[in-house]
């Protein structure tokens, strides 16, 4: 396996900075979150105002991608924001990918609103039928990312839907950490089913909080190795299953801040998992 980083978690950081933070912490890629970097007046947070973010032009990825290539870094993929039925921004996605060398980029199925499931479903299809068609024209593969709140919260459910395209064109990036808020299944059967579907993973923690007086527990961002998810135990059914891709580290936990969390990461998974160097 090779250990990387989503640079979302390192809101603070500009992408100069996080390549050398992340090469001196032992990473092996990065994978780039592709989106307008705020201005340095704003307050940067994970989500919104994120420093560490590519902007989505030929020229910011191609610079983002000579930053790695100095610090011997492979890009892992590209972090785009593509929603269900958008197959312009999954074609200039696949050509930012094909500018600076990424195998892939991130995509979303439909969101779960008032629609009945069926509908929502038949629209992922017919998407995804559409990047399949994308992918085979321009060598960058499309992958559904595991998410709560999606129609696709859990393996079974993304493989679901993807096993109906072409692997080579077509994926899932299984998100261990959103399974802790939805769509657990046991993570050994999980790999079993998503097969050769299975592309990227990414690794965080959550756990449940309950209110003082009682009530609906709810979940907050942990750090790697203090919550729900035992990470150790992912690692070793992903050695198992001869899983030989990237492990990203997507940690929205702010008990440390970035910088340690991110060393604090790398060392810690390395210890539990058989990562290349």
């Not at 999980?190 to 690794?203: I, K, W």
């Not at 604090?264 to 998992?273: K, Q, T, V």
Request: net charge negative; proline share 6%.
């Amino acid at each position: 396996m090779k250990l990387g980083v989503y640079s979302i978690c390192l809101p603070d950081l500009t992408p100069e900075q996080a390549v050398n933070e992340a090469k001196a912490a032992t990473y092996s890629g990065i994978e780039w979150r592709i989106g307008t970097p705020p201005s340095d007046a704003e307050v940067p947070d994970f989500f919104t105002n994120n420093r560490c973010s590519v902007a989505p032009t030929h020229d910011a990825v191609a610079r983002a991608a000579a930053l790695c290539e100095a610090a011997q870094l492979d890009i892992i993929g590209l972090g785009t924001y593509v929603d269900t039925g958008d197959l312009d921004g999954v074609a200039h996605g696949m050509a930012l990918a094909r500018a600076c060398g990424a195998p892939w980029i991130r995509l979303r199925t439909p969101w779960r609103n008032d629609e009945p499931f069926s509908d929502l479903f038949a629209r992922a299809v017919e998407f995804f039928s559409g990047v399949e068609r994308l992918s085979r024209r321009t060598g960058v593969r499309g992958l559904l990312e595991i998410h709560q709140r999606s129609i696709a919260p859990s393996a079974s459910l993304a493989e679901r839907l993807v096993s109906r395209f072409d692997p080579d064109c077509v994926g899932v990036i299984y998100d261990a950490g959103n399974l802790v808020l939805e769509g657990y299944e046991d993570h050994r059967m999980a790999v079993e089913l998503l097969g050769p579907h299975l592309a990227h993973v990414h690794v965080k923690n959550a756990a449940f909080t309950r209110p003082d007086r009682g009530g609906v527990w709810r979940p907050r961002w942990t750090p790697i190795d203090d919550g729900v998810l035992d990470v150790p135990a992912l690692l070793r059914v992903l050695a198992d299953a001869d899983y030989d891709g990237w492990v990203s580290v997507e940690d929205f936990s702010t008990d440390r801040a970035p910088v340690e969390a991110l060393r604090y990461n790398a060392e810690f998974l390395r210890r539990h998992g058989d990562f290349a160097h």
